[in-house]
């Protein structure tokens, strides 16, 4: 009994020492990957593959740092913790700086008294009381000049295959998902959008439900998730409102949110501060 009791934080201590050179080494190589990504004569396709590279591999960091949280002291989880904030900070500030400047044209918006649409309604509800409204709502000009937004011709929805949906990069602009970009079983991504309205709530009315959908890097947006059938995974949400219709909902390190929640299970938030939740409304679950 004597010999098992001293094996035993030996055991554990080397468990941990496999962990940190384990972590080590694929921050080591994301580092490596994000350097690439400022050389300038990077090709187009050559630099969007390695941007989702290092996404993919900041995630699965993540999912290691809570898988090993059986094992690992609070304090040990929180280093590791801050260190991918950290990746996902440089990752982001790489993308910006290496990104070509986008030109936008500038027109003032003025609705007719009787008109109401999907995106006026949202920026309307999303906000609970108290909470004063994101940048989306109202544009950042003086109080004495008209309201202005760019304009943008909508891109469809990038695919890597026929049954996903990815929508990446927007800032400052309306974007609503195409009937015809549904497929069944397709599932849906959102990354990397700013002061913007994503609505992909066509799903409410179509048989055909996303599978699952991945919510990464958004600013002081509104996002319409539409019906998931499946899990929806939100990782670095800020100062935004998502409706969501869900089986399953995990957020991570996510702050300054609301969220009109329909889910058939608990959800799970973890690394996340000032999160506010809703009944979602009938009309968007209808």
């Known amino acids: 009994m004597s010999m098992e009791t001293r094996e035993t934080p030996n055991k554990t201590a080397s468990i941990k020492e496999d962990f940190y050179c384990r972590f080590q080494h694929e921050e080591t190589g994301l580092q490596e990957q994000m350097t690439r990504l400022k050389d300038a004569t990077l090709q187009e396709a050559d630099r969007a593959s390695l941007t989702a590279q290092c996404q993919s591999t900041i995630s699965q960091l993540s999912d290691l740092v809570m898988d090993a949280s ?21 990752l982001q500030e790489t993308r910006t700086a290496s990104a070509p400047k986008r030109k936008f044209a500038f027109k003032k918006i003025i609705p ?21 409204a994101p940048s989306y709502v109202s544009s950042p000009t003086s109080s004495t000049q008209a309201a202005t937004v760019p304009i943008t011709k909508p891109q469809a929805p990038e695919s890597s295959s026929s049954t996903a949906v990815t929508v990446s990069s927007i800032s400052h602009d309306h974007y609503i998902l195409p009937k015809s970009s549904i497929q069944p079983a397709s599932s849906a991504s959102i990354t990397d959008c ?56 995990r957020m991570h390190e996510c702050k300054d949110c609301v969220v009109y929640l ?15 939740f809703a009944p979602l409304r009938s009309i968007h679950v209808s």
Not at 112 to 132: I, M, N, R, V, Y
């Open 194 to 249: 700013q002061h913007s309205v994503i609505d992909l709530s066509i799903t409410t009315t179509l048989a055909q439900l996303f599978a699952t959908m991945t919510i990464k890097s958004i600013t002081e947006s509104l996002l319409l998730c539409g019906r998931v059938n499946g899990a929806v995974h939100i990782t670095g949400v800020e100062r935004s409102t998502l409706v969501i219709y869900s089986r399953q909902v």
């Open 70 to 90: 059986i094992y690992l002291p609070a304090y040990d989880q929180r280093t590791y913790s801050t260190a991918i904030k950290n990746l996902r900070d440089k």
């Open 262 to 276: 329909r889910c058939s299970s608990r959800p799970i938030i973890e690394d996340c501060k000032g999160i506010r």
């Open 112 to 132: 007719p008294e009787d008109s109401t649409t999907p995106a006026s309604d949202g920026l309307k509800e999303a906000p609970l009381q108290g909470q004063q």
